[in-house]
């Protein structure tokens, strides 16, 4: 289970109604037709997002609380059900796209009608377990409000008009902000700088009050070699010199798997990025905002594991752990990029699976795939922290993803 939550930013009511709201104010520049496309199977359509994060909080906090209310709609269960074998059967993740009803004026019916459920019953003076519950809510909802910027952008980006999703601030995202980044970290960043940092025993995982994923604990020793970090990241004029330096056509660079999924997929760029005469670096990419020449001093994003691992090839280096980033974070520069790290996401010591639902929110994915740390551009104000383990496969790269450097 999470761990207990000290309710940061106020009460748990009116963080309950902020977040919510925030979620609905992320789609407001969209579309009707703009919440229906799923182009791949990681993306979901927006309308999905909305309506699986109030299902959660009918499947999870209102059963519990009101087992006798029947459900907003009997079928809601199945169509907005992520993953969660122990609550029943779903729609599969590729046929989220197909579902062209509920609409999304009956989806926003749905997220009220739960609201004032939910409202009702944080009026009330609930007992621990329950806060905690509510507390995993919304932090899933932050975690689907980042999601619904990156999953927005696969949609609008991925349309050959590559229509702008908004210009200026929606909801706290400053989106002139999407391609220099908001630090989360207040260290100062020296371009190229390498940091030393010594061999020893250090504590790494989640600790004292506040929330925190149960894959974030329990909190361990690690014993660590002396190694460098970069203190910034690899910037796209860095990952220029690379291209042209013939970094996708070079196998010995790659892993045999990464190679295989260059050829066969044609990747020869970051993801969202073509080319363009006109731009002083020869390449574009398309942003929220839209169409923009890739700013060479901008962290490069949108990379799979692949990539970050054939860079750090190329520039003689490796990727850090995720032990090796956490000993370190207080001295980099973090929170624009989610980072490639060399760590595998696997369960730390003493892990356990929460019984139940809830117990499958994190522990049946440690195979196969690998750990970021950090934060990005879309990841909500607050939400981030030192001790979060995001993973994804290594092919993924709709996420705002970069890249770090380390060696011995």
């Not at 963080?15 to 579309?31: G, H």
């Not at 749905?110 to 609201?115: A, C, F, L, Q, W």
């Amino acid at each position: 289970m999470p761990l207990p939550s000290a309710e940061p930013g106020g009460s748990l009511a009116s963080r309950y109604r902020d977040i919510r709201a925030t979620s609905e104010a992320l789609c407001a520049p969209l579309a009707a037709e703009d919440h229906v496309p799923q182009p791949v199977a990681h993306v979901s359509p927006p309308k999905w997002h909305l309506a699986h994060t109030t299902w959660f909080f009918e499947a999870f906090v209102l059963s519990r609380l009101a087992p006798d209310q029947a459900p907003w709609h009997p079928l809601y269960g199945y169509l907005f059900n992520s993953y969660y074998e122990t609550v029943g059967q779903r729609v599969l993740r590729h046929q989220r796209g197909t579902l062209s009803r509920p609409t999304v004026d009956e989806i926003l019916a749905y997220r009220r009608h739960i609201d004032e459920c939910m409202m009702g019953w944080l009026a009330r003076d609930l007992d621990e377990p329950v806060r905690t519950l509510i507390e995993l809510g919304l932090q899933h909802e932050q975690q689907h409000q980042e999601l619904l910027l990156t999953d927005i952008k696969a949609i609008l980006g991925g349309n050959p008009l590559q229509p702008p999703y908004a210009h200026g601030t929606v909801a706290s995202w400053d989106l002139a902000r999407e391609h220099g980044g908001t630090p989360a970290s207040t260290t100062p960043s020296t371009p190229g700088r390498w940091l030393d940092i010594d061999g020893g025993l250090y504590e790494v995982g989640h600790k004292g009050q506040g929330f925190a994923f149960d894959n974030e604990g329990s909190r361990h020793v690690q014993h660590l070699r002396p190694f460098q970090i970069q203190q910034g990241l690899v910037s796209n004029r860095d990952y220029l010199t690379f291209m042209a330096d013939q970094g996708y056509q070079r196998h010995e660079l790659w892993h045999a798997e990464g190679w295989d999924w260059l050829q066969t997929e044609g990747i020869a760029a970051p993801l969202y990025w073509s080319r363009d005469d006109k731009a002083p670096s020869g390449w574009a990419h398309y942003t929220l905002r839209g169409a923009q020449p890739v700013s060479p001093d901008a962290p490069v994003s949108h990379l799979s594991y692949y990539e970050a691992h054939a860079f750090a090839q190329w520039a003689g280096c490796r990727l850090p752990t995720e032990f090796e980033w956490e000993a370190a974070q207080s001295q980099l520069t973090w929170g624009q990029r989610w980072e490639w790290t060399a760590s595998a996401y696997q369960p730390y010591p003493g892990f356990h699976k929460a019984p139940g639902a809830v117990g499958e929110y994190n522990g049946k994915f440690m195979v196969n795939q690998m750990v970021l740390r950090g934060s990005s551009f879309a990841t909500p104000p607050g939400h981030a922290r030192a001790t979060y383990r995001n993973f994804f496969h290594p092919p993924l790269r709709w996420q705002y993803t970069g890249v770090r450097l380390a060696r011995d």
